[in-house]
């Protein structure tokens, strides 16, 4: 019998075409026994991740090709930097545009959610400290997704990224990066071109962590801002194919949900820095604000001991 060669996408196609032949018809049965035969049996990795050899049950093979980013490592010349976790380290929020449109996807580019699920914390001012990307509950060993074509500017071991643990940042054509914090497997390298929705690596608990959860972030050179603006992600959903970032949303106190009138203000917030003899009485007085307030503002009780050099919102 012929040995017929054909890729898994073509097994999709009708039997007809698939086996055309000029001046040959098939019989009924010779069309199972080719099917039964060429039914792909196993896949074997090559050195380029694109590329893949597909063992058939007749002992034939084939390459098979999948798609590769639409990107090129041209796209990603500015301030590259594998040694810092952070790139655009000296560049002052000064010199970052009032105004940026992201182009998110098109019909060339796709895009993934890096893993649905709940999110249990937020962009936010929390215990004391910036809370600077999105907690997305997982369970240890989900998989985690690239969420756009890039390029892995970052790869880190526990003990080598602080507070993220095992660390992966990724830099995107239009500039944008994402990190993705306390895996606890990584498969990707530095300097790899990945694939929007390509698995980079597995979730964990690594780092400082309480419990298996994705900490994603969104940063535009070196600046993060909320990633709920980008993605809800317990839709598993992008918000918009072009994503207009603004001054303002790389302040902490600046989220989605609010509207840009509110975002504007929040971003002119007010932090105090604890000195001896501060107590939340006083600081209510001096900033016209309430007990009350405060607490809610910065998530603490009314009894809560003040420590020196905390910051603390007062507006
Ligand atoms: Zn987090």
Request: neutral net charge; proline residues 3%.
């Amino acid at each position: 019998m012929k040995k017929i060669f054909f890729i898994p996408a073509l097994l999709t196609l009708s039997l007809n075409t698939a086996f055309a032949q000029e001046g040959e018809k098939l019989t009924k049965q010779e069309i199972q026994e080719t099917e039964a035969n060429a039914e792909a049996i196993d896949t074997i990795d090559t050195r380029d991740k694109y590329t893949k050899i597909v063992l058939y049950k007749n002992f034939t093979w084939s390459y098979v090709e999948l798609d590769r980013p639409n990107i090129s490592d041209e796209d990603f010349q500015d301030d590259w930097d594998s040694e810092s976790i952070h790139a655009y380290k000296d560049v002052p929020l000064s010199e970052i545009p009032e105004e940026v449109d992201l182009c998110l996807t098109d019909s060339l580019h796709s895009w993934a959610c890096p893993k649905i699920g709940q999110v249990n914390s937020g962009f936010k001012f929390r215990r004391y400290r910036e809370h600077k990307g999105t907690d997305i509950q997982l369970n240890t060993g989900d998989p985690i997704y690239a969420a756009f074509d890039g390029k892995v500017r970052v790869v880190r071991e526990v003990g080598k990224a602080g507070g993220y643990g095992n660390l992966i940042v990724l830099r995107h054509a239009n500039g944008l990066e994402t990190y993705y914090a306390h895996l606890s497997k990584h498969l990707v390298q530095e300097n790899d071109l990945v694939k929007a929705g390509e698995t980079i690596g597995l979730g964990g608990s690594t780092g400082r962590s309480t419990g298996p959860h994705l900490h994603f972030e969104t940063r535009y050179m070196g600046k993060p801002f909320d990633a709920e603006r980008i993605f809800c992600f317990e839709k598993g959903e992008l918000r918009d194919t072009i994503f207009t970032l603004k001054k303002h949303y790389f302040n902490i106190n600046s989220h989605f949900g609010q509207t840009d009138k509110e975002s504007q203000a929040a971003s002119e917030a007010l932090v105090h820095v604890i000195k001896s003899g501060d107590t939340l009485g006083a600081l209510a007085r001096k900033y016209h604000t309430t007990v009350k307030k405060l607490c809610q503002m910065n998530h603490i009780s009314q009894t809560s001991t003040l420590r020196l050099g905390q910051r603390v919102r007062v507006r």
